[in-house]
């Protein structure tokens, strides 16, 4: 089981860190995405962890601002992000993928999270 959570209301420009805990399994057995849907929009993939592997991707619109990282004592993957646009307004969600295969496209993952909703006001 996956658990999203640090979304919230934010002015353009500012900064958030969401948190993605795993309950049941080790997230360093696993690559953990971050994807995000905005309203009447497919799901975009963002970023991905594969802390076992020890790499790191991320989606070219957000290449610059946002950062991945996991904590395995705390068995918690963390997307910080800063200089954040109202563009990046959406659901976030954490997926999880059990062969350590960093993915950013839905459908392929084997856990999901239920999702944080990330509001950045212009």
């Known amino acids: 089981q996956l658990q999203a959570s640090g979304g919230g209301l934010v002015q353009a420009g500012g900064s958030l860190r969401l948190s993605c805990t795993a309950s049941?399994?080790?997230?360093?057995?696993?690559?953990i995405a971050w994807f995000r849907q905005a309203p009447g929009k497919e799901p975009e993939g963002v970023a991905c962890?594969?802390?076992?592997?020890?790499?790191?991707y991320y989606a070219d619109p957000v290449k610059r601002g946002f950062a991945i990282s996991s904590d395995n004592v705390k068995n918690t993957v963390y997307l910080q992000m800063n200089s954040l646009k109202p563009e990046d307004t959406g659901v976030y969600y954490c997926?999880?993928?059990?062969?350590?295969?960093?993915?950013?496209?839905?459908?392929?993952?084997?856990?999901w999270g239920q999702g944080t909703l990330v509001t950045v006001s212009s």
């Open positions: 962890i594969s802390p076992g592997v020890g790499s790191i």
């Open positions: 997926a999880a993928e059990r062969r350590g295969i960093c993915l950013l496209v839905a459908g392929v993952h084997d856990y």
């Open positions: 049941g399994f080790s997230l360093e057995d696993y690559a």
